[in-house]
């Protein structure tokens, strides 16, 4: 059983619109976050929840809204699509709040056309 | 936030040989770990290893925490090895996983 797993895999879509992003663990871990990988493979956080938690929001357009309805989901939705948006988007948890041991999903790849 | 810097960017290496991957830090840090992203993308968590030593296999890990480094051994390197591997670091004085990732190491092994 795959121990983050998030969908889509691959999200191709036209400027503009709203996309989400959703993602699940089903390791009882307490925190989930959202990483953003450029196109020069560098890695930066993005948000954080711990038991459903807002606790690290970095720098990121408000068009950027994460929701976390339970501590096993953590959902990224995306509205107003720009060209700079494209990117891969990693889930992740951890059990603690300290992100020792981090756990990734297998990422989605977003283009924004 | 705290600079991490890995060396070499780009490494590329017959099967069968052996490699040292470095990631210095600019700040005290409590938590260090090192991730392999395969050819396909996926991350792997390697090692957790603020300080010390830790072996897995063919790969060993040491941070020396009081000098800001760490390096990660390959020994008798595979094909299965390629892919970029990272460094990470959470400083110090935080509690949350506010985790500073380096640039990576891009590592190319060859049959």
């Known amino acids: 059983d795959t121990a983050v797993s998030q969908t889509p895999k691959y999200l191709v879509t036209q400027m503009g619109n709203d996309k989400s992003i959703k993602c699940e663990q089903n390791l009882g871990h307490d925190t989930m976050y959202w990483y953003k990988q450029d196109s020069k493979k560098f890695l930066k956080i993005m948000f954080s929840?711990?038991?459903?938690?807002?606790?690290i929001n970095e720098t990121v357009p408000n068009r950027f809204s994460p929701k976390s309805p339970d501590k096993a989901h953590l959902n990224l939705h995306i509205n107003s699509l720009e060209l700079g948006d494209s990117a891969v988007y990693f889930c992740?948890?951890?059990?603690?709040?300290?992100?020792?041991?981090?756990?990734f999903g297998s990422g989605t790849q977003l283009s924004v056309l | 936030g705290i600079q991490v810097e890995q060396s070499p960017p780009d490494l590329i290496l017959q099967e069968g040989a052996n490699s040292t991957l470095r990631c210095n830090f600019s700040d005290s840090v409590n938590n260090l770990q090192w991730f392999h992203q395969n050819p396909w993308g996926q991350l792997i968590n390697l090692f957790y290893i603020p300080s010390g030593t830790k072996q897995n296999g063919r790969l060993s890990a040491t941070t020396v925490a009081t000098e800001r480094y760490s390096l990660l051994y390959i020994s008798s390197s595979q094909t299965t090895d390629s892919g970029v591997y990272f460094c990470a670091v959470l400083d110090r004085g935080s509690t949350l996983g506010r985790l500073y990732f380096g640039r990576g190491t891009q590592l190319t092994v060859w049959p």
């Open positions: 992740a948890s951890s059990q603690g709040r300290d992100g020792r041991k981090l756990l």
């Open positions: 929840y711990n038991n459903k938690e807002l606790i």
